[in-house]
């Protein structure tokens, strides 16, 4: 088991790396997370909803995502409550509070879901979640030292020293466990080593003598290898990435490449969907949050919500509803997916309270359309056939396949998923 002393030190990577090697090895091995709490989700083939990162393990794995390795996903709808999706399916939205209070219910599902996947498989990789020593949470843990001991598993802990105060987290994590707690703890972990690993030899003695632990690696930094990340620490580092590439088009410096802003939405959520644009390097992407910013981009993309009327509010209050509706009319690219899509219609309502506390809000009006909120979620994967006129600029070839035309044959098949909880007619 991968336990972190913080979020987004790197325990969904290791996970991944380990579920390959040990499938390269010949083991049959599945990755597992009680909890996590991602603004990002995956639909599986049977419609449910589970972390992206559990499925990236799963696919190291050699295996399809199935909603047991994370029987428990919580998706943020405000600063103070969460969508909580239990075996790929919502049962509601809970205040911090009331989730607290509730979540050792779902110890028996956590342990269901595990002893199903364990009696198949040769090895287990579990993962922890943040730090695994938040002492005012230990009581109702699900993810991390309580998980250790329901799996009885063996673990790593793994620091981040790219951020700086790797002796702090490490040594501070040992120190802050049990007794029984640390004599789980195999060994340790440096994640992230930029330059030469020969410099952190005398670290890698400290830790050893000071932690009584090995150090099992020092893994170099890279950025090439792109597990989904899940928490609100990794969106900040995706938005520093960024930076860059909006500092050079906020200075007019060179246009060669294509511009696309991403909305940052208080409540934005799968903003994996615009992985394919960071990883480009013929493109610009940048997200941005002020109204003075949207002329700049040759496309703007509203993206996905957890709380589709709040930040459709945050639009209306910052001036940017207005502006983005002038940015049409002069005839920017104006690009809307899931919640950002349901914005561009004529209103949105939520009767139930589904989202929020909001019962109805105006749109931008740029499609012909109203969405309503409803309390059953759409969650299920799809496939779609390209236009050919957007994406065929040579002549469609005068032939048929199968019985269709050639314009219907030569358009690509594209694979996705629909997750929703509004219903738009």
């Given amino acids: 088991m991968f336990l972190g002393t913080g979020s987004d030190v790197g325990k969904s990577v290791l996970a991944a790396a380990f579920c390959r090697i040990f499938k390269q090895d010949g083991y049959r091995v599945a990755p597992f997370k009680a909890q996590n709490m991602a603004l990002n989700s995956f639909i599986t083939p049977a419609g449910g909803e589970m972390g992206r990162a559990q499925v990236v393990q799963a696919e190291a794995a050699g295996l399809e995502p199935q909603v047991e390795m994370n029987p428990i996903l919580l ?79 063996r673990c790593i802990l793994v620091g981040d ?15 802050l466990m049990t007794d029984t707690e640390r004599a789980r703890v195999i060994g340790l972990m440096v994640n992230k080593l930029r330059g030469d690993p020969g410099l952190f030899t005398s670290g890698v003695e400290i830790l050893e003598q000071r932690g009584g632990r090995p150090v099992l690696g020092v893994v170099p930094h890279f950025s090439h290898i792109a597990v989904a990340e899940e928490d609100s620490v990794a969106l900040g580092a995706r938005l520093a990435r960024s930076a860059g590439a909006g500092a050079r088009i906020d200075s007019g410096g060179p246009g060669d490449r294509p511009a696309i802003g991403v909305l940052r939405l208080p409540f934005v959520s799968n903003y994996t969907d615009f992985d394919c644009f960071e990883q480009d390097p013929q493109v ?52 809307g997916i899931c919640g950002g899509y349901q914005m561009l219609g004529r209103g949105i309502r939520d ?29 299920t994967q799809v496939e779609a056939r390209t236009a050919a006129a957007v994406w065929a600029p040579a002549p469609v070839r005068e032939h048929t396949e199968g019985g269709r035309e050639g314009a219907e044959a030569d358009r690509e098949i594209l694979s996705g998923y629909e997750i929703h909880m509004g219903r738009s007619t």
């Fill in 351 to 379: 009767p139930r309270r589904v989202e929020s506390d909001l019962d109805e809000l105006p749109g931008l009006g740029l499609l012909d359309m109203v969405t309503e909120m409803a309390a059953e979620k759409i969650t």
């Fill in 75 to 153: 998706k943020p709808t405000s600063h103070m409550g969460s969508q909580v999706i239990v075996r790929g399916r919502s049962i509601g939205n809970f205040s911090a509070r009331d989730y607290y209070d509730y979540k050792l219910r779902l110890l028996p599902v956590v342990r269901e879901c595990y002893r199903s996947l364990a009696e198949r498989f040769d090895i287990m990789v579990l993962e922890g979640a943040g730090s695994a020593v938040e002492l005012n949470l230990k009581d109702h843990d699900l993810v991390n030292l309580a998980m250790a001991e329901l799996a009885d598993a």
């Fill in 161 to 175: 020293i790219d951020r700086g105060g790797i002796f702090a987290a490490l040594l501070g994590s040992l120190m």
């Fill in 284 to 335: 610009d992407l940048v997200y941005f949050d002020r109204a003075g910013q949207v002329f700049q981009f040759d496309a703007v993309i509203l993206p996905g919500s957890k709380n589709t009327l709040e930040d459709l509010q945050f639009l209306r209050n910052s001036g940017l509803a207005d502006v983005l509706v002038g940015y049409h009319q002069a005839g920017g690219v104006l690009i």
